[in-house]
């Protein structure tokens, strides 16, 4: 078993910076690849990046890629997500996955609750 807690959400204004962390515990981190989700109110939930056991290699959907940065410390068991130049369309509940066996998709067995990210017009 893995536990995720996610942190750093909050309300900013548009323009405005956040970084979210995701702290695991209960298996080896390293072990695991890692991504990051969001669900909008009415919407499907989606990836929004991901990160492999290294972190060597990274995913960034279109609609983040060039604002948004996901790193990892395996060291601290724990995987961030840098959003810059947040936008109105970035607000949604945020939440990091993990997979063991390949990239992390929304049949992942790991999962974060979640912390909300609001962004103000």
């Known amino acids: 078993q893995v536990q995720l807690v996610e942190s750093g959400g909050g309300v900013v204004q548009a323009g405005g910076s956040l970084r979210l962390s995701c702290v695991a515990s209960g298996r080896t981190f390293s072990r695991f690849n890692m991504g990051w989700f969001r669900q909008a109110p009415g919407k499907e939930r989606e990836v929004v990046a991901r990160?492999?056991?290294?972190?060597?290699?990274?995913y960034y959907a279109a609609s983040v890629k060039g604002r948004f940065t996901s790193s990892r410390d395996n060291a601290k068991n724990t995987v961030y997500l840098q959003m810059n130049i947040l936008k109105p369309e970035d607000t949604a509940v945020y939440y990091c996955?993990?997979?063991?066996?390949?990239?992390?998709?929304?049949?992942?067995?790991?999962w974060g609750q979640g912390t909300q990210v609001t962004v103000s017009s």
């Open positions: 990160i492999n056991r290294n972190g060597v290699s990274t």
């Open positions: 996955a993990a997979d063991e066996s390949g990239i992390t998709t929304l049949k992942s067995d790991y």
